[in-house]
């Protein structure tokens, strides 16, 4: 169960709330790990909701949970994550010459690892270069 | 006393009107705190949306150290002597952040950075610093939320999700709110919503185009093309992922509005294009005025980034990425934006203000600012990645809440902050003005020919 997708990175009101609360609290750990997927893709790679997956690219990689949406939510070959620390490991420092990274539109390697436990706890974070 | 009337609890409550939420970009000035003084803490923010009552309503007064250098707790001045040091003797200084302070603190960053020769950026740099650029570029079709409540049309959202970052935008200033020549709120409003996600903002528009990811050039391209009488392709949907049919009805509609407005958010900043997407869009809305009137506003993030882009501007003639290395500003993305100048390693003490790269930077430059090349000097008003990384760590009060000041809203209009209850720390102000003043120094110790600069 391994497949390729295009990251966008973004902001939600959930990451807002969380943020507000502590970035070094569980809320905003667990949301900011949380990797949402279109339906068509989840059933390609035969993930399901709550899953543990490795996100990984040339920069880095980290584990994040698996958010199944609803079809039509995404474009199928996209995958969601809201702004946080597991995003930042796989920006490149590039930025062809404007001070951006590229922070959206990333290709990225999904790989299940393990079966988790639905919304009740946050991953520990964990990050490696690549 | 009665057993009744010990159950009586005697609240020393206050209620500040028409107090501003920081979150954001549309810093919300018309809220009303209850605050417990007992306590010190806030128990009710009427009329904040979820991010502004998250903001207001988690605040509390936290017990931690004032200072700490290497982590160990030292007195405010031994910190603030140690950060100068630490600037005054790198060789590649950086300040970077200042989007969570008021503008009165914010004008003591440029001087900092002038004495020692270093490099000044917000955090525009990785949020609408491309659309930044592109104002260099192809000028601001500008306006006012004011105008846009009492006379838009037309409104349009391109590569943001306001529903979720600016909660209040559409009610507030620009699709539902009864305005001058739209007393009929969103029933006289056409919205469209461009983006590449069916995001919660789709779910408000009245035209929604899921465009295919990175092809927002093309699309804006087509439509500069139409307003010069040049047709929309057939292939249309081919390039960009939207019916030919469905953009001529677009343009149709942005032709013949009488108020035409495109909020634009970090789709397409931070796609491949950049600035080039920003400035395609804003020369879009200058084309529209051969028809009508139609303006453009980037939908700024944190609250204050707007008034670090102003200040930073008129103190040094540019809005970000400012280098004084050769006694005057100079303007350069890519070299000397922080994102850069971390991933090249070139930093070797970094002033970090009210802002967090450590969780949000790319990891390149998240490697070099915490390691033991690069001293990291830390002023926030919360723990982060950042502040739990830095030698020198700063606890500042909180703006809009602790603090009073000015702040900009997305618009480019000033705000005055009502805070609602004291702090015992510091605000940024004291803290940075003690900092200017210590660098000012050793800079003259120094004989630093640049010190003493006179600003504002």
Redesign the interface.
């Given at each position: 169960m391994k497949g390729q997708l295009?990251l966008?990175p973004?902001?939600?009101?959930k990451q807002?709330?969380g943020l507000?609360?502590?970035?070094?609290k569980e809320e905003y750990i667990r949301v900011t790990t949380t990797l949402e997927l279109s339906f068509e893709d989840a059933q390609e790679l035969g993930l399901e909701t709550a899953d543990i997956v490795k996100i990984s690219n040339h920069?880095?990689e980290t584990e994040v949970q698996v958010k199944v949406l609803k079809e039509?939510?995404?474009?199928i070959g996209?995958a969601?994550i809201p702004?946080?620390?597991p995003s930042?490991?796989?920006?490149?420092?590039?930025?062809?010459?404007?001070?951006?990274?590229?922070?959206?539109?990333m290709t990225i390697d999904v790989e299940f690892i393990k079966k988790g436990v639905k919304k009740k706890t946050a991953l520990p974070p964990k990050t490696a270069?690549g | 006393m009665s057993a009744a009337s010990k159950d009586i609890k005697v609240v020393n409550e206050k209620i500040v009107e028409n107090a501003t939420c920081t979150?954001?970009g549309c810093c919300c000035d018309d809220i009303t705190l209850t605050v417990d003084m007992d306590k010190k803490v806030i128990t009710k923010a009427k009329d904040a949306c979820?991010?502004g009552k998250?903001?207001f309503l988690?605040?509390v007064i936290e017990d931690k150290p004032i200072a700490r250098i290497a982590g160990k707790e030292v007195p405010l001045d031994d910190a603030i002597n140690e950060a100068a040091k630490i600037l005054m003797d790198a060789k590649f200084p950086i300040l970077y952040g200042m989007s969570d302070t008021v503008c009165e603190a914010q004008r003591h960053c440029a001087p900092i950075m002038d004495d020692c020769g270093g490099t000044i950026?917000t955090t525009t740099?990785?949020c609408h610093?491309?659309s930044g650029?592109a104002f260099q570029g192809v000028g601001e079709p500008t306006m006012t939320l004011g105008e846009v409540k009492n006379r838009a049309d037309f409104v349009m959202y391109w590569g943001g999700?306001p529903?979720?970052?600016h909660?209040r935008h559409f009610a507030r200033y620009a699709v539902t709110p009864e305005g001058m020549y739209t007393p009929n709120g969103k029933d006289d409003r056409t919205v469209v919503i461009v983006d590449?996600?069916?995001t919660?903002t789709a779910g408000v528009s009245d035209i929604f185009l899921?465009l295919k990811?990175?092809k927002d050039f093309e699309l804006l391209w087509m439509l500069r093309a139409a307003c010069k009488g040049v047709d929309i392709p057939d292939d249309c949907k081919d390039i960009c992922g939207v019916e030919k049919e469905v953009v001529e009805d677009l343009f149709q509609r942005m032709k013949n509005c009488n108020y035409g407005v495109i909020f634009f958010g970090?789709?397409l900043?931070?796609?491949?294009g950049?600035?080039f997407n920003s400035g395609a869009l804003m020369a879009l809305a200058t084309d529209l005025n051969e028809f009508t009137h139609f303006v453009a506003k980037p939908a700024r993030?944190h609250g204050n980034v707007t008034g670090a882009d102003n200040v930073v501007s008129w103190q040094t003639g540019y809005p970000?990425?400012v280098n004084f290395s050769r006694g005057h500003p100079r303007f350069n993305?890519?070299?000397f934006?922080?994102?850069?100048t971390?991933?090249?390693k070139e930093a070797d003490a970094a002033l970090i203000i009210a802002s967090?790269p450590v969780?949000?930077?790319?990891?390149?430059?998240?490697?070099h600012i915490t390691s033991d090349k690069c001293k990291l000097i830390s002023i926030d008003t919360?723990?982060?990645?950042t502040s739990?990384a830095a030698h020198v760590s700063i606890q500042t009060s909180t703006y809009g809440i602790n603090t009073g000041g000015t702040v900009y809203r997305m618009d480019d209009v000033p705000i005055s902050l009502r805070p609602a209850f004291d702090s015992p720390f510091p605000s940024d102000l004291e803290v940075l003005t003690k900092l200017r003043k210590k660098v000012n120094e050793l800079s003259k110790k120094a004989n630093r020919p640049y010190a003493t600069k006179k600003y504002m």
């Amino acid at each position: 169960m391994k497949g390729q997708l295009i990251l966008i990175p973004g902001r939600s009101s959930k990451q807002g709330v969380g943020l507000n609360k502590g970035k070094l609290k569980e809320e905003y750990i667990r949301v900011t790990t949380t990797l949402e997927l279109s339906f068509e893709d989840a059933q390609e790679l035969g993930l399901e909701t709550a899953d543990i997956v490795k996100i990984s690219n040339h920069i880095g990689e980290t584990e994040v949970q698996v958010k199944v949406l609803k079809e039509g939510k995404l474009p199928i070959g996209y995958a969601f994550i809201p702004y946080g620390p597991p995003s930042s490991c796989l920006f490149d420092g590039e930025t062809c010459g404007t001070g951006m990274p590229a922070s959206k539109g990333m290709t990225i390697d999904v790989e299940f690892i393990k079966k988790g436990v639905k919304k009740k706890t946050a991953l520990p974070p964990k990050t490696a270069v690549g | 006393m009665s057993a009744a009337s010990k159950d009586i609890k005697v609240v020393n409550e206050k209620i500040v009107e028409n107090a501003t939420c920081t979150f954001c970009g549309c810093c919300c000035d018309d809220i009303t705190l209850t605050v417990d003084m007992d306590k010190k803490v806030i128990t009710k923010a009427k009329d904040a949306c979820v991010l502004g009552k998250s903001w207001f309503l988690n605040h509390v007064i936290e017990d931690k150290p004032i200072a700490r250098i290497a982590g160990k707790e030292v007195p405010l001045d031994d910190a603030i002597n140690e950060a100068a040091k630490i600037l005054m003797d790198a060789k590649f200084p950086i300040l970077y952040g200042m989007s969570d302070t008021v503008c009165e603190a914010q004008r003591h960053c440029a001087p900092i950075m002038d004495d020692c020769g270093g490099t000044i950026d917000t955090t525009t740099s990785v949020c609408h610093g491309p659309s930044g650029m592109a104002f260099q570029g192809v000028g601001e079709p500008t306006m006012t939320l004011g105008e846009v409540k009492n006379r838009a049309d037309f409104v349009m959202y391109w590569g943001g999700n306001p529903a979720e970052a600016h909660p209040r935008h559409f009610a507030r200033y620009a699709v539902t709110p009864e305005g001058m020549y739209t007393p009929n709120g969103k029933d006289d409003r056409t919205v469209v919503i461009v983006d590449i996600r069916h995001t919660k903002t789709a779910g408000v528009s009245d035209i929604f185009l899921q465009l295919k990811p990175g092809k927002d050039f093309e699309l804006l391209w087509m439509l500069r093309a139409a307003c010069k009488g040049v047709d929309i392709p057939d292939d249309c949907k081919d390039i960009c992922g939207v019916e030919k049919e469905v953009v001529e009805d677009l343009f149709q509609r942005m032709k013949n509005c009488n108020y035409g407005v495109i909020f634009f958010g970090m789709g397409l900043t931070m796609s491949r294009g950049r600035h080039f997407n920003s400035g395609a869009l804003m020369a879009l809305a200058t084309d529209l005025n051969e028809f009508t009137h139609f303006v453009a506003k980037p939908a700024r993030g944190h609250g204050n980034v707007t008034g670090a882009d102003n200040v930073v501007s008129w103190q040094t003639g540019y809005p970000f990425g400012v280098n004084f290395s050769r006694g005057h500003p100079r303007f350069n993305p890519g070299e000397f934006t922080t994102v850069d100048t971390l991933s090249r390693k070139e930093a070797d003490a970094a002033l970090i203000i009210a802002s967090d790269p450590v969780a949000n930077f790319p990891k390149p430059a998240i490697d070099h600012i915490t390691s033991d090349k690069c001293k990291l000097i830390s002023i926030d008003t919360k723990n982060t990645p950042t502040s739990e990384a830095a030698h020198v760590s700063i606890q500042t009060s909180t703006y809009g809440i602790n603090t009073g000041g000015t702040v900009y809203r997305m618009d480019d209009v000033p705000i005055s902050l009502r805070p609602a209850f004291d702090s015992p720390f510091p605000s940024d102000l004291e803290v940075l003005t003690k900092l200017r003043k210590k660098v000012n120094e050793l800079s003259k110790k120094a004989n630093r020919p640049y010190a003493t600069k006179k600003y504002m």
